[in-house]
């Protein structure tokens, strides 16, 4: 468990199975028995982790509530092969700018679990939105990677914080001058933005129309 509401959980490959996927690729994934209803997961793991794939999921509706609640050691679930295209730019001068609110920062892990494995001079940061402090998925494991790559940066704002909550970070929703406050050189930038739609295209207007930024230095993975 991640938190009380949100698991990872590790889909070993079968005996003798082997891929080529990408880190920032998701899978699609249902139960032998309803094998109609499938649902997608970004990868939480990296390309560099072979013969299992990781992903974490938030109790939600049908899909996610089986999985959290019900999944178990020794079950099996149908995979479809990882797809899409919200892959990481990990070239030596480029900037990342990870953005994402609650499970969307799930593909961000994967970034920067390879970034980091392989020393990599990628910048990335991460500007991630949660509600309270209890809601922060991966941060123990993020703030363990700040420690180890000195090219990667975990910022926080909380949007719901109770007067007693000694939290002294940022408060309040993401926005433009936020995330203009972490831009060093624009030209070398990507801005990536993951979660539900809503979230992503708030995102996707603060930094095309409000920053200027163009569409070909974003990339979007929308959940529905
Ligand atoms: C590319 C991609 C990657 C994704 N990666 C992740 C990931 O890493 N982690 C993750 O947790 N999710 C991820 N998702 C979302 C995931 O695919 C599912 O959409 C999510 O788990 C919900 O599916 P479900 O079957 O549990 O919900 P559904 O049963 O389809 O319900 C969807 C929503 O509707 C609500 N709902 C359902 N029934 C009702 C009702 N009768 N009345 C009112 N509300 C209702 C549910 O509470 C839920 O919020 C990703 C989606 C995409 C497209």
């Known amino acids: ?6 698991k990872t959980i590790n889909l ?5 199975y082997h891929i080529d996927f990408k880190t920032g690729q998701f899978i699609t994934v249902y ?5 109609n209803y499938k649902r997608a997961y970004s990868l939480s793991s990296c390309a560099l982790d072979q013969g299992s794939y990781e992903v974490t999921i938030k109790r939600d509706g049908k899909m996610g509530t ?3 609640d019900w999944a ?4 099996r679930l149908g995979v479809l092969p990882p797809a ?10 480029k900037h990342l700018i990870c953005i994402a609110g609650g499970s969307g920062v799930t593909p961000f892990r994967g970034f920067v679990r390879e970034a980091t494995r392989r020393k990599l001079e990628t910048k990335i940061t991460i500007l991630y939105s949660v509600r309270t402090t209890n809601d922060i998925i991966f941060n123990t494991e993020f703030r363990q990677l700040e420690q ?3 090219n990667f940066k975990f910022h926080v704002t909380c949007t719901r914080l109770t007067p007693s909550d000694p939290w002294t970070g940022r408060c309040g929703r993401i926005d433009a001058a936020w995330i203009q406050s972490h831009i060093g050189e624009a030209q070398n930038t990507v801005f990536y933005a993951c979660g539900p739609n809503e979230l992503v295209e708030n995102t996707q207007h603060l930094v ?17």
């Open 72 to 75: 178990k050691v020794g079950d």
């Open 1 to 6: 468990m991640e938190l009380p509401d949100t």
């Open 84 to 93: 899409g295209k919200f892959l990481p730019v990990l070239e030596h001068n």
């Open 31 to 35: 139960w032998p028995d309803t094998p």
């Open 66 to 68: 089986r999985i959290v």
């Open 208 to 224: 095309m129309n409000e920053l200027g930024v163009p569409k070909a230095q974003m990339l979007v993975e929308k959940w529905g």
């Open 12 to 16: 070993k490959w079968p005996d003798g």
């Open 148 to 150: 180890e790559n000195p």
